[in-house]
């Protein structure tokens, strides 16, 4: 009977201490190692994983923008989105960029800021904008725009500022786009609202600019002129530049209305036009 109680004291304990030293491996030791091996495997994993290398010209992309609304400062933030745009064409923020870039100009030229590219012209008797217009290779609407003239009327010794612009125009069918340019640097560009009839590879002209309304063609400065509808007619059959939306009839290389009224007085009879 000794025996036998002795035999079942030593299994008793065996059971207890045994389930203890489990619950202590699987409460303890287990994840402990489970959390190891976790470690060695994310290290693992981090040094087959090459970091991510930083796009190149962010950081000149983030300079420049930190310009844009420092009026003070608009030529330079000019100077610096010019050279991202010319330096990195495919980076990822490029239509931000051009973005920026595209209203700054406009900007300049829209408005009465000094800049070096334009003409310093004072009235004298028998002016009128038509006539400055000629004299110094421009349009008479960029003069009147440019200087924020309330009407066509001038004074004699009235000072203008007159933007002088070299521009051209690009038409892409692939990226649905029209750009100007400016002394064969980028300007603005704007969104194309249809795709583009008639052939590519076309390099032609402006031959003129027409403006509508209701049918019958109205002249710059007079009363039904603001919000017309306006063309640029280009030389060889190509189609026309116009605004409008894409449904409207006429065909043609189509903008938005607002667009075309930024883009007509930029350009004059003569202006490249190429189409890709």
């Known amino acids: 009977m000794r025996v036998l109680a002795l035999f079942l004291l030593l299994l008793v304990a065996a059971v207890v201490f045994g389930g203890i030293a489990y619950f202590g491996y699987t409460m303890l030791v287990s994840p402990a190692k489970e959390e190891k091996a976790e470690r060695v495997a994310a290290a693992a994993a981090a040094a087959a ?8 010209g962010l950081d000149a992309f983030e300079s420049a923008m930190a310009m844009v ?19 990195y064409p495919n980076a990822s923020v490029i239509g931000e960029a051009k973005s ?21 012209y004072t009235v004298v008797s ?16 960029l003069i009147l725009r440019s200087n924020n003239l309330a009407s066509i009327d001038l004074q004699i010794g009235q000072v203008l500022k007159i933007p002088q612009l070299d521009t051209a125009i690009v038409v892409d069918r692939a990226t649905s786009t029209l750009t100007v340019f400016n002394n064969n640097t980028f300007f603005k560009e704007y969104l194309l609202l249809a795709p583009v009839p008639g052939a590519a590879g076309l390099d032609t002209s402006v031959r003129e600019k027409i403006a509508m309304r209701d049918g019958k063609r109205v002249i710059f400065g007079g009363a039904d ?48 036009v190429i189409i890709r």
């Open 49 to 56: 994983t090459p970091e991510a290398t930083p796009e190149p």
């Open 225 to 272: 002129y603001p919000g017309s509808e306006r063309s640029i007619i280009l030389e060889q059959n190509a189609p026309a530049i116009r605004g409008g939306s894409a449904t409207a009839p006429g065909g043609g290389i189509v903008v938005n209305q607002s667009d075309i009224e930024e883009i007509f007085p930029l350009v004059t009879r003569g202006t490249r």
């Open 126 to 141: 028998g002016d009128s904008l038509a006539r400055i217009a000629g004299r110094t290779n421009t349009s008479a609407e």
């Open 69 to 87: 609304a420092d009026r003070e400062r608009i030529f330079d933030a000019i100077a610096a989105l010019q050279q991202f745009v010319t330096t």
């Open 100 to 120: 920026a870039l595209g209203e700054l100009n406009a900007t300049v030229v829209y408005t009465t800021i000094d800049s070096p590219e334009k003409q310093i």
